[in-house]
C-alpha cells in the first residue's frame, strides 16, 4: 500500500539557517510528489511537485525538492529560512491505482528562531 | 471565485446534532475531495467526486457521514449524529480534470467543534 512519512514531527531552525525537512515514500511505481505548506487557520498551498524529468524541482518561497528513487525521498530544502516560513509542512503522493487519491504524511511543524 | 470557498468557517455544535459543511470548488475544476484534519494528524481522505462517476467513499469514517455534490460543482458534507471525536478541521480541495498529476486547491477548512 502507498504511504508517506515525515519522520520529523516539530522542527526548530534559526533565522537564516538552512533547512531540510525529509519525506520518504511508498510507491510501487514512479509517483507523483508534491509538498504542501499549511500557514494557521489557513488550506493547503502548493510549494512544488515532481511527475518525472529532473530530480531536483523548484518550488515557490525558495524552496526546492529532491527526488531520490534508490532511497524513496522526496525532501524539502531551503538554504536560508525567513520568520514566515514558520508553518506546517505536509508532503503528498498521488496514487494512481484506483481513483485518483493523494497520500498526506502526517506533516512537520516547523518553528523560526529570531 | 478565485478559489476553494468553505462555509462556514467555524462550526460549533452539540453533540448528537445533525451538521452540513459547504465546499464551493473552482471553477472548472471537476475533481472534488474532503479530508478531515484532526490536532496533530495529517489529512485523512474522506470522499471523493470526479466528474459524473460514482463518487468513491471509501475513507468516509461511519455511516453517520455522507456527501454529495450537486450539479457537479458544489458540495455539501453531513455529519449525523455528531459525536466529540468528529471535532476536527474538515477540508475541501479540487483540481482540474487531468487526474493525479494535478495538484490539489484546498480551501481554508471549516473547523467544527462539538460539545
Known amino acids: 500500500a502507498q504511504s508517506v512519512t515525515q519522520p520529523d514531527i516539530h522542527i526548530t531552525v534559526s533565522e537564516g539557517a538552512s533547512l531540510e525537512l525529509r519525506c520518504n515514500y511508498s510507491?510501487?511505481?514512479?509517483?507523483?510528489l508534491f509538498w504542501y505548506v499549511q500557514s494557521p487557520g489557513q488550506g493547503l498551498q502548493l510549494l512544488l511537485k515532481?511527475?518525472?524529468?529532473?530530480?531536483l524541482v523548484q518550488g515557490i518561497k525558495g524552496f526546492e525538492a529532491e527526488f531520490k528513487r534508490s532511497q524513496s525521498s522526496f525532501n524539502l530544502r531551503k538554504p536560508s529560512v525567513h520568520w514566515s516560513d514558520a508553518a506546517e509542512y505536509f508532503c503528498?503522493?498521488?496514487?494512481?491505482?484506483?481513483?485518483?487519491?493523494?497520500?498526506f504524511g502526517t506533516g512537520t511543524r516547523l518553528k523560526v528562531l529570531a | 471565485g478565485a478559489g476553494v470557498s468553505q462555509s462556514p468557517s467555524n462550526k460549533v455544535t452539540e453533540k448528537g446534532k445533525d451538521v452540513e459543511l459547504r465546499c464551493d470548488p473552482i471553477?472548472?475544476?471537476?475533481?472534488l475531495y474532503w479530508y478531515r484534519q484532526s490536532l496533530g494528524q495529517g489529512l485523512e481522505f474522506l470522499i471523493y467526486?470526479?466528474?459524473?462517476?460514482?463518487?468513491?467513499k471509501s475513507g468516509l469514517p461511519s455511516d453517520r457521514f455522507s456527501a454529495e455534490r450537486t450539479g457537479g460543482s458544489v458540495s455539501t458534507l453531513t455529519i449525523q449524529r455528531t459525536q466529540q471525536e468528529d471535532s476536527a478541521v474538515y477540508l475541501c480541495?479540487?483540481?482540474?480534470?487531468?487526474?493525479?498529476?494535478?495538484?490539489?486547491?484546498f480551501g481554508n477548512g471549516t473547523r467544527l467543534t462539538v460539545t
Open positions: 480541495a479540487s483540481s482540474s480534470p487531468t487526474g493525479v498529476g494535478s495538484p490539489l486547491h
Open positions: 510507491y510501487g511505481a514512479t509517483p507523483y
Open positions: 515532481y511527475f518525472s524529468g529532473d530530480t
Open positions: 503528498a503522493v498521488g496514487s494512481t491505482s484506483g481513483t485518483y487519491k493523494y497520500i
Open positions: 471553477s472548472g475544476h471537476t475533481a
Open positions: 467526486f470526479q466528474g459524473n462517476s460514482a463518487p468513491d
